[in-house]
């Protein structure tokens, strides 16, 4: 079936430094990727939403220089968080629809120290 | 905007035996889609049921079935014979007709007790 891959599964980064979070379709062209955040013991909440070639669509309150969205080719986006703070901190997915379905990544645990 | 209600943060069932996750959701679209997702220990994603509005017939797969009620907007899971390994959270989830986007629900913590 399809695959997302998703890099790296945990980092640690410390305050004031970027990090970049890469979602791979495997075996199929991904044009659009959804980015959520989960905060633990709590939902999915959509950040963004990147379409390859485009510039990505964030949703209210997400702010677009703190979480840098690239989808330069069909089977990448990435996601850059810069200047991390420690309430950044939280579990980020990526998800790229496919045939009216999803196919998820295996998410980010992210800590800022 | 389309909004989806989990009205049962936890929940808990016997091995065996049946158990029953609401959802509730509000829309004034007459296309979309609806998905039940569940969240183990992992945190990975696994897409357990999905039922399109047009469609009358509830969906099934093996034992987890949904009774979809589009009047009242509601969209209950149902999971038979529950076993061990269906201890997880449960997402309830919208996709318009229009968009690609899914919206989740709060989350239902379900546990399964041997």
């Known amino acids: 079936g399809a695959v997302v891959s998703q890099h790296p599964s945990r980092v640690i980064c410390k305050s004031g430094t970027s990090v970049k979070i890469e979602c791979r379709s495997l075996d199929f062209q991904a044009t659009t990727m959804f980015w959520y955040r989960q905060f633990p013991k709590q939902s999915l909440m959509l950040m963004a939403t990147?379409?390859?070639?485009?510039?990505?669509?964030?949703e209210q309150g997400v702010e677009k220089d703190k979480f840098l969205i690239n989808h330069a080719s069909l089977t990448l986006s990435t996601l850059t968080v810069t200047s991390a703070h420690p309430e950044d901190s939280s579990f980020y997915i990526c998800?790229?629809?496919?045939?009216?379905?999803?196919?998820f990544g295996s998410g980010t645990r992210l800590t800022v120290v | 905007a389309q909004t989806v209600t989990q009205s049962q943060p936890e929940m808990s069932v016997q091995e065996a035996e049946t158990v029953t996750l609401s959802c509730t959701y509000d829309?004034?679209?007459?296309?979309?889609?609806l998905f039940w997702y569940k969240q183990p220990p992992s945190r990975q994603m696994i897409l357990v049921i999905r039922?399109?509005?047009?469609?009358?017939q509830n969906a099934t797969e093996n034992r987890f079935s949904v009774n979809f009620q589009k009047a009242a907007k509601s969209f209950s899971l149902k999971i038979s014979d529950s076993q061990l390994g269906d201890a997880a959270m449960y997402f309830c989830a919208y996709r318009s007709g229009n968009t690609d986007k899914l919206i989740f629900g709060t989350g239902t913590r379900l546990q399964v007790f041997p």
């Open positions: 998800s790229a629809s496919l045939n009216y379905g999803y196919t």
């Open positions: 039922q399109e509005a047009y469609k009358q």
């Open positions: 829309t004034s679209e007459s296309d979309y889609y």
């Open positions: 990147s379409n390859e070639g485009s510039k990505a669509t964030y």
